[in-house]
């Protein structure tokens, strides 16, 4: 097994409730004993901590060959659509309960940035609560696939000009006998280049009605002549997956609509949602993963004759983040076993206490793991700013995940708004 310094130091510290541990355990067991050597075994395309991109920044062949046989071996042995109903195909856990999945994955699969690990948990490329809305038929072929880890997913929303104001969205969708035309261009859309579903938010032409309620949801095979790839965005992320996406007269059937004309709009937000639940245990994962670091790197380096984590100025940055997971641990499993009280993710209209609890979720774990990120960096000093120390890569992650699915500001003012300060 392996094990990290804050076993020692930590020792039961950061508990799994015995209704989840079983899982975890499982989670943890495949890791260790499938993705771990998997990784070693094919350690030339993912062991250095670029060695996963391309000369064009475009995740490799081999490495997105990787993260397929782990998916695939994930999915086989029931761990990858753990967020999902039963009924589906899924693991049937709450969102409470998925947080320490979620932590536990990101806790070993932060060190570099090919994601080998984390393609063992259905994340921005899987099956999302919004597809629940499908029929049966359209469940066959749309949501078994991803379930099982056979095929994935990219949505797209943001549009070149609509990020935050989805009403903007120009991409449109007509009819055209039994099926639909679209046209548009979606930007900085996570696997974009490698998707074989596209989820679509598009305008519906001759709907009346406001903005919001004239959309759809559409589902687009991406070998549709109709689907193109765009430029490549090469962000601070470097994760080689994020593109532009054009849609040309792309022609589909009538039954690719999600639900019906005028859901689009809540579809996009369940998406957007099932995100926002996902941050605090992603953030606490990768949180221990940092202080993981600070503990080994504050009891090996050596100063002026002593170790440098005998200098109060070290052990303060390890304390108040070692304090600070806790405080987030306990934050985001109360506030997810309230919003599992009163909602779902699959809800299209969303109460507002359980909007304020989304939001809450949102943006507070990503502030702190930022914080985190900035300490881990200052202790390890110089390592910590090279990538082979294993921080400055969390660092760019944690700035990233305060834009996408709702910047910081929105979800502030989302809580503003359900406080009654509007």
Request: glycine share 10%; hydrophobic share 35%; with cysteine.
């Amino acid at each position: 097994m392996t094990t990290f310094p804050e076993d020692e130091a930590l020792a039961g510290e950061f508990t799994v409730p015995d209704d989840v541990r079983p899982v975890v355990d499982r989670v943890i067991e495949f890791i260790e004993e499938e993705v771990l050597p998997y990784e070693e075994e094919h350690a030339e395309h993912v062991g250095g901590p670029l060695d996963y991109l391309d000369d064009d920044g475009l995740m490799k062949p081999e490495t997105r060959a990787m993260q397929e046989e782990v998916r695939k071996r994930s999915a086989d042995e029931g761990l990858y659509a753990l967020h999902l109903p039963e009924e589906v195909g899924g693991g049937g856990l709450s969102n409470r309960e998925h947080f320490y999945v979620q932590e536990a994955v990101f806790r070993y699969g932060t060190g570099h940035g090919s994601s080998v690990a984390r393609a063992m948990m259905a994340w921005t490329e899987g099956p999302s609560p919004a597809l629940l809305h499908l029929d049966e038929d359209q469940r066959e072929e749309w949501l078994r696939p991803l379930v099982e880890g056979r095929k994935t997913a990219c949505i797209g929303i943001t549009e070149p000009g609509a990020g935050s104001d989805v009403t903007a969205i120009s991409t449109t969708a007509e009819r055209d006998g039994d099926g639909w035309v679209l046209d548009g261009d979606k930007r900085y859309i996570t696997n974009g280049p490698f998707a074989d579903t596209a989820q679509i938010l598009a305008k519906v032409e001759g709907a009346d009605g406001p903005a919001h309620e004239t959309m759809g949801m559409f589902l687009v095979d991406t070998d549709n002549p109709g689907f193109e790839v765009g430029e490549s965005n090469l962000n601070i992320m470097m994760d080689g997956i994020t593109s532009d996406v054009h849609l040309r007269d792309c022609r589909i059937d009538g039954d690719q609509l999600v639900g019906e004309v005028g859901d689009g709009l809540p579809l996009a937000l369940s998406w957007v949602n099932w995100r926002r639940v996902g941050r605090a245990g992603m953030c606490a994962g990768m949180g221990r993963y940092l202080l993981d670091r600070m503990l080994t790197y504050a009891k090996e380096r050596e100063s002026f004759g002593e170790p440098i984590g005998s200098n109060q100025a070290v052990q303060w940055p390890i304390v108040e983040t070692a304090t600070e997971i806790h405080a987030v641990r306990e934050f985001g499993t109360s506030l997810l076993g309230a919003y599992d009280a009163e909602a779902n993710l699959h809800d299209l209209q969303q109460p507002a206490t359980a909007r304020r609890k989304l939001s809450m979720l949102k943006y507070y774990p990503e502030d702190r793991l930022f914080d985190w990120a900035d300490r881990a960096i200052q202790v390890l000093g110089g390592y910590g700013l090279m990538r082979a120390g294993g921080v400055e890569r969390v660092f760019r992650v944690a700035r990233n995940l305060r834009i996408p699915a709702g910047t910081t500001e929105v979800q502030k003012r989302t809580i503003a708004k359900t406080l009654g300060l509007d």
